[in-house]
C-alpha cells in the first residue's frame, strides 16, 4: 500500500511542468504559501487582513523591518489555477470593512489567490539590478483535509480501530456506537443499512467537531459538497473488520469504500496541491479547545503531533525544487484570537502553544524545517481596559458582543502550561481548578487611514516569519 512518501516521491512531472518550474526559479520564483486550520480557527479571516496588510503595509513593521528587499508594490493578479476556485477576496473584505461589518463565510473547499511582489534590494547592487517581482499564491483548504491526508498510510482494518476507539471515548460517539451493535461484517451488504449507518456516523462527527475536538476524520464527512450521497462517502468503521471478510459483504464493501475514498479523494488533492507547498502556517483555535475542556485539548495535542509526517519537511534545494515535490521549509503554528486575551497574557498562550506543539516542532526541525510557534489576531476585534475587582486591577478586553459593546474577562491562563497539558494527558475530563471562557466577539468597525490595513496583533510577524528569505 502506498504511503505519503511513496506518492510525493513518485510525482511525474512533463516536459512542461519542468520548464514552467525552471522559469518561476530562475526569473519570478513563486511562494507557495499553504493556510490551514480546523472548523472556526479563523483562516479566511487570516487569508482576507494578510493579503490587505500586504497590499497597504502600514501596520506590517514587523514584516518590512526584516527584510533584505524594499516592497515596492503588491498587487492582485489571475490565480495560475484555471481550475481552483479564486479566493474571494473582496467579497470577504467586504464583509469586513462593510458599515455592519459580520465575519465571512468560513473554508468549505479549496481555493486560492496570487499576489505579485515587486521587490528591490536594499543593498548599494539594488540601483543596479532593479526590481524583481516574486509571486505569492496563497492556497487556503480545510484543515479537516489535512488530516485526512493521515488514512493514505492505514488499511481499513488499521482504520476501523482507531476510529471505533475515538467514538467510544467520546460522549457524541455513543449513538453511532449503539447502532454498530450485533453489526456482523461479513453479513451480506444492504445499501439501506450502509447509508443509514454513514449518516449516524457523519452527524457524530459533526457534533464531535462543534464540541471541540480536533481529529474529526474522513474530512469530507464534515465537508462533502457534492460528493454527498456518493458512495465513496457511504463506509463507515465496523468492529471486526479484517482481510478476511467474503467478497459483496458489509465489510468488504465499507473496505472498498474506504480505499475508493483514498484513492479519487485524498490522493488527487495531495498530488495536485499538498506536495507543492513549501510554505505552511498552521492556525489553532487553542482558546477554544481550552473552553471545551481536558479532552478536547489533548486531541488537538495528537492531531498536530500525527500532522508532521505528511508535511515531508526539509530543505528545498535547487533540484529538488525542479524534479521532485516540494518540501515545506517553514511552518508556522499560530494560536489564533489571541485579541480575546489581554496582552499581558500572549506570552502565556504562546507558551501553550509551544509546549502543546513540542513533538510535533521537535519532528520537524530533525527533518530540517524551520518551525515556530506564536499567538496572532488576524483581525484585531477588542481594545484593552482594566478595571477595579475586589480592589485589584482586573485586565479585559472589550469588543463588540451579541448585545452591543461589552468588557470581558476570560480568566487567566496558567503561566507553567504542563498546568493544563498534563490533566489533558491523563484522561481527566473537566478542569478541577480553572475555567476558561470564551466570548464571541463581532468584527470591529473599521476605520483605516490611507496605506493602512486591517489592525491585528502580530500578523507582521507571521508573514515575516513566513515569507522570510524569499523577500
Sequence with gaps: ?????????????????VGSTVSETLFEPVIRLGVTGLSRSGKTVFITSLVANLMNRGRMPGMTDAATHEIEAVYLQPQPDDTVPRFAFEDHMAALSGPAPSWPNSTRHISQLRLSIRLRPRSMLGALTGPRTVHLDIVDYPGEWLLDLLLLQKSYAEWSVEALAKARARPQGAGFVAALEGMDPTA????????????????YLNTARAAGFSDCTPGRFLLPGELLGSPVLTFVPLPGADTRMPRGS?????????????????????????????????????LGALHAGPPALEDLRQAMADLLSVFKPGTNPFLARLLRGQRVERLLFAATKADHLHHTQHGRLTALADALLAEARDRAAFAGAETRAMS???????????????????????????????????????????????????????????????MRFHPPRLTLAPGDGPPHIRLDKAAGFLLGGRI
Excluded at 415 to 434: F, I, K, S
Design 376 to 438: 496572532i489576531a488576524a483581525l484585531r476585534a477588542t481594545v484593552e481596559e482594566t478595571h477595579s475587582h475586589n480592589g485589584a486591577p482586573l485586565n479585559c478586553v472589550r469588543g463588540r458582543g451579541d448585545e452591543g459593546e461589552a468588557a470581558w474577562f476570560p480568566g487567566l491562563l496558567p503561566e507553567d502550561p504542563a498546568h493544563v497539558l498534563a490533566p489533558a494527558r491523563a484522561g481527566q475530563g473537566a478542569w478541577l481548578d480553572g475555567d476558561y471562557g470564551r
Design 250 to 286: 458489509l465489510g468488504a464493501e465499507m473496505a472498498r469504500r474506504f480505499e475508493a475514498y483514498k484513492r479519487a479523494v485524498i490522493r488527487p488533492f495531495f498530488r495536485n496541491h499538498f506536495a507543492r507547498i513549501d510554505r505552511q502556517v498552521v492556525l489553532l483555535d487553542l
Design 1 to 17: 500500500m502506498a504511503g505519503i512518501g511513496d506518492i510525493a516521491d513518485d510525482l511525474v512531472r512533463g516536459v512542461e511542468g
Design 188 to 203: 451480506p451488504l444492504e445499501e439501506s443499512v450502509a447509508v443509514t449507518l454513514s449518516r449516524q456516523f457523519a452527524d
